[in-house]
Nanobody
Framework: QVQLVESGGGLVQAGGSLRLSCATS????????MGWFRQATGKEREFVGG????????LYADSVKGRFTISRDNAKKTVYLQMNSLKPKDTAVYYC??????????????????WGQGTQVTVSS
């Protein structure tokens, strides 16, 4: 069983930055690709980005490319989402998730098996 716990969300002004963390349990964290998704009110959950098990590869949605950076520390069993130049449209609940397929970085919800509870990010204009 793997548990994921996100933290670091909050209220920030447009143009500001936040760093989300996702702490995990379980001995096999370092073998999983990890992803970040978000869900705005009234919208479907969408892929934000992902990182390979080694951290050597990352993938981002076009909407966040160049502004968001995903990293991981396998020794700490933690994955991070650094968000810069935040915009009001980035307001959402952000979720981290673990892709246990070992087939690269998934971009679909169904590629991910374990999910955190989410953390709210609100960007004011």
């Amino acid at each position: 069983q793997v548990q994921l716990v996100e933290s670091g969300g909050g209220l920030v002004q447009a143009g500001g930055s936040l760093r989300l963390s996702c702490a995990t349990s379980g001995r096999t964290f370092s073998t999983y690709a990890m992803g970040w998704f978000r869900q705005a009110t009234g919208k479907e959950r969408e892929f934000v980005g992902g990182i390979s098990w080694s951290g050597g590869s990352t993938l981002y949605a076009d909407s966040v490319k160049g502004r968001f950076t995903i990293s991981r520390d396998n020794a700490k069993k933690t994955v991070y989402l650094q968000m810069n130049s935040l915009k009001p449209k980035d307001t959402a609940v952000y979720y981290c998730a673990a892709d246990i397929r070992q087939l690269g970085i998934g971009i679909r919800e169904c590629d991910y098996y374990y999910w955190g509870q989410g953390t709210q990010v609100t960007v004011s204009s």
